[in-house]
C-alpha cells in the first residue's frame, strides 16, 4: 500500500519539463504551501493532482465563477487541482486511500472512477514500512543531488459529499519493494503518464504494468518525525 508520500523542491520542475501545458502559476499555488510542511502528504490532506479538464468541466467551472465561456468547444487541456487524499470508508468509517489494480475495475466503489475520472499523483518518492516497523524511503534512481526526481503515481478522484477526493493505485511490489512490502503505487513513466490521462486510454495494459525499479533508503525511526 502507500500511506506517505512526499513532494520536495522539485517536483513542479520536473512535473513542467513532461506537461509543459501546466500553466506556470499552479505551481506556486499549489506547491509552495506543501514544501513549508517539509513537502510530507498523508492521508485526508488535500494535495496536488493532474488531471485533464474536458471542455464540459470547463464550461461549468466559468458558469460557476460567473465568467464568461469564451473557450466553449476548446480542447481537453490538464490542470492541477488540489483533492482531499481518501474516499470515506464504509459509513463514514475510515478512509480508503488505495485500490488493487487486479481489482479496481471490478469493484463498484472504483470502476466507474478508473474509467473515466483518471488523474496523476506527483511525488519525489514515497514511505513504506516492514513487518518490523521499519521505515524506508523509495525514489527514483537518478543524480545524487535528487534534483529532476519524479515519481508519477496512478491514481483517479471523483467528488464526494461536495469534495472532490482521489485514491492511488496500487500494484505487486517489484524486485526493489519486494522484502519490505508486498505492494507499491503504481508507478508511470511520462510516455505512459499522458496515456493514462487520455480519454481513450487502454487502461486495462496499464493497470498490469509492473513499474520502474527505485532507489532504497533505510530510515531511522526517528527521522521520519523531525
Not at 517539509?38 to 492521508?43: A, E, H, K, L, N
Not at 514500512?129 to 543531488?145: I, L, T
Not at 522484502?179 to 486495462?204: N, Q, T
Amino acid at each position: 500500500m502507500c500511506s506517505r508520500y512526499l513532494i520536495g523542491d522539485g517536483t513542479f520542475e520536473a512535473l513542467k519539463e513532461g506537461f509543459f501545458e501546466i500553466l506556470d502559476e499552479e505551481g506556486e499555488d499549489f506547491f509552495l504551501p506543501f514544501l513549508s510542511l517539509r513537502g510530507d502528504i498523508r492521508p485526508s490532506m488535500a494535495a496536488p493532482v493532474l488531471l485533464r479538464e474536458t471542455s464540459g468541466e470547463r464550461e461549468m467551472a466559468e458558469r460557476a465563477d460567473g465568467r464568461k465561456e469564451q473557450d466553449a468547444g476548446a480542447p481537453d487541456r490538464l490542470r492541477m487541482k488540489k483533492y482531499i487524499w481518501g474516499f470515506p470508508g464504509v459509513e463514514g468509517k475510515g478512509l480508503i486511500i488505495n485500490a488493487r489494480c487486479e481489482t479496481a475495475l471490478d469493484k463498484r466503489l472504483f470502476a466507474e472512477s478508473v474509467q473515466k475520472r483518471r488523474c496523476l499523483i506527483p511525488a519525489v518518492g514515497f514511505y513504506e514500512w516492514s513487518e518490523r516497523k521499519d521505515p524506508y524511503f523509495f525514489a527514483p534512481k537518478g543524480p545524487e543531488d535528487g534534483k529532476g526526481r519524479l515519481l508519477l503515481m496512478a491514481g483517479f478522484y471523483r467528488k464526494w459529499e461536495g469534495q472532490e477526493r482521489f485514491v492511488i493505485l496500487t500494484t505487486q511490489a517489484n524486485a526493489s519493494v519486494q522484502g519490505v512490502h508486498p505492494r507499491m503505487p503504481l508507478l508511470l513513466s511520462m510516455e505512459e503518464a499522458r496515456e493514462w490521462l487520455r480519454e481513450d486510454c487502454e487502461v486495462s495494459r496499464l493497470l498490469a504494468k509492473t513499474p520502474e525499479e527505485l532507489m532504497r533508503e533505510p530510515l531511522g525511526q526517528l527521522s521520519l518525525f523531525l
